[in-house]
């Protein structure tokens, strides 16, 4: 990459895009911005962006393209019908929604056809993580252009891990997410059966996490108020990772086995708790407030 400030343009400035749009522009790039929503563009503004009219206008001199989009109908329109016909053939292209792997691949193969270098790029962190410029990204690339996909990143990036080529990082982040589904349904299971028992839910906090059942869904994010002073537990489950993301996420992995002929049927269960729980009215509050449902006592903060 140049010498002269990064030229950037930033698509898709929501809960996530925005704060990353910001520390792309505090870093002393030149970030031209674009959403479909005017107070999204607005708030770009306010963080040192200058807003572009259009997808075409955003991009028509960037050295790097980054989207941070809904889902994989989105990214798909917007890279076929705007950035590809009107980006320069130079720019670097990297994509830093959580899309299905095939929409990943897909996209990269027609980016590559068309003479650029593509990269998925999902994050792991919320909005607090993108806001202060301390996301996971994992990357799917190939090999030669990650030094400057991670270049690209920094401002935005605690850690960037090259997990393969194109789409390995769309399958990184659904692995991990389906994981971290399922365990968190086991934590908030033990919490409930430690509570039927007669079990101090803290208690069990102190004993599970010196013992064999630890697990960052108990020791860092822990369902139960009071025994993780950060967790959204402590704040009736407000912020954090809605239930309605997490769902998002175990359905592309449903979707990703399916369509690989894996078993994951942990990862079913969890995708049908989490759909149940949504439709019960959980999809807003953070993910960890599904111990609420398996409590049986839906709204109710444990311990209160
Ligand atoms: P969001 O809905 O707040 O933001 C998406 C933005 O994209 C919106 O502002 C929308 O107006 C814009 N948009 C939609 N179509 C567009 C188009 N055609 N052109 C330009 N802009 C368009 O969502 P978010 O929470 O910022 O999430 C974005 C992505 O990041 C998702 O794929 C999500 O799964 C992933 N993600 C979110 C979190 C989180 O905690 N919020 C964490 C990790 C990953």
Known sequence: MSGSPLRVAFIGLGNMGGGMAANQAKAGRIVSAF??????????????????????EAVAEADVVITM????????SVYAEQILPNAPKSALLVDCSTIDVESA??????????????ADAPVSGGSTAADA???????GCLEPDFADVEA????????????????????????????????????CEAYALAE???L?????????????GQCWSLTTYSPWPGAVATSPANRNYEGG????????????????????????????????????????????KDFSAILQMLRGRLGEVPGA
């Open 35 to 56: 959403d479909l929503s005017a107070p999204a563009r607005d708030r770009a503004a306010a963080g040192g962006c200058k807003p572009a009219s259009t997808v075409a």
């Open 105 to 118: 691949r897909a996209v990269a193969a027609q980016a590559t056809q068309a003479g650029f270098r593509f």
């Open 241 to 284: 990772f809605a239930t309605a993301m997490m769902l998002k996420d175990l359905k592309l992995a449903q979707e990703a086995a399916a369509a690989a002929g894996a078993a994951t049927p942990l990862g079913a269960q969890a995708e049908g708790l989490y759909a149940l729980f949504d439709r019960l009215g959980g999809g807003g």
């Open 133 to 139: 410029g301390t996301l996971a990204f994992m990357v």
């Open 196 to 198: 039927r028992l007669g």
């Open 152 to 187: 690209a990143v920094q401002p935005m990036a605690r850690a960037v891990i090259r997990a393969g080529d194109h789409g390995a990082g769309q399958a990184a982040k659904i692995c991990n997410n389906m994981l971290l589904g399922i365990s968190m349904i086991g934590v």
């Open 69 to 76: 989009l809904p889902a994989g109908p989105h990214v798909r």
């Open 200 to 212: 101090d839910p803290q208690k069990f906090f102190d004993i599970a996490s010196q013992s064999s």
